[in-house]
Nanobody, 120 residues
C-alpha cells in the first residue's frame, strides 16, 4: 500500500503565501509524475501543477508566475509554493502521484486533501 500525506494548508489573506507538502510512503519502487490538483465548491477538480521525476514541470495558466512546484526524490515528497494568493485560489488541494510499487504494479494515488482559504 502507498499513502500520500499532505500538509501546509490554511487560511491566508490575499497577497500572502503558503507552502504545501505531500510525502509519499509505503511500498514504493519509484514515482513518475507527481502533481497538485484543486477543487473549489461546485467546480470540477483541476490540475494546478505537475512535475516529472526528472524535474520537468507544467502548470495551469491561472497560477503561472505565482505557484512553483518542486520535489525531493530522495524523500518522495512534492511541494507547492504558492505566492500572491488570490481569493479564487480557495479550494481543497489534492496531491497525486503516479507510483510503481515494489510489487511492480503501477497506479495513481491521491492524498486526502488540504484546505486552502484566501480571504479578500
Amino acid at each position: 500500500q502507498v499513502q500520500l500525506v499532505e500538509s501546509g494548508g490554511g487560511l491566508v489573506q490575499a497577497g500572502g503565501s503558503l507552502r504545501l507538502s505531500c510525502a509519499a510512503s509505503g511500498s514504493i519502487f519509484s514515482i513518475n509524475a507527481m502533481g497538485w490538483y484543486r477543487q473549489a465548491p461546485g467546480k470540477q477538480r483541476e490540475l494546478v501543477a505537475a512535475i516529472t521525476s526528472g524535474g520537468s514541470t507544467n502548470s495551469a495558466d491561472s497560477v503561472k508566475g505565482r505557484f512553483t512546484i518542486s520535489r525531493d526524490n530522495a524523500k518522495n515528497t512534492v511541494y507547492l509554493q504558492m505566492n500572491s494568493l488570490k481569493p479564487e485560489d480557495t479550494a481543497v488541494y489534492y496531491c497525486n502521484a503516479d507510483v510503481i510499487t515494489k510489487g511492480w504494479g503501477r497506479r495513481d494515488y491521491w492524498g486526502q486533501g488540504t484546505q486552502v482559504t484566501v480571504s479578500s
